[in-house]
């Protein structure tokens, strides 16, 4: 069964301004919804955003960004997963 694209849902998106790095949580179809770390969406001079890139390693800017959300990312997920 080929990708679809229209079947790829963003549900909960958050972004680290000063890294660019997205985390955000994704649902294929009628799948599980998962988190997904990157990509990395850049700032230009000028102030629009560059396409978006890997995220690549994380700094430690990227880690102490990622557990002050941490929290809300695991109760959006946990509301979004169904009790097994």
Known sequence: MPYDPSKDKVLK???CEQTGLVVSINRYGDGEAK???GPRILLKKDGTERAPIKAGRLSMEDI????DIIDEVKDELAAL????
């Open 13 to 15: 998106k958050w972004k």
């Open 64 to 67: 102490l960004w990622l557990y």
């Open 81 to 84: 997963v169904e009790p097994e």
């Open 35 to 37: 988190v997904q770390i």
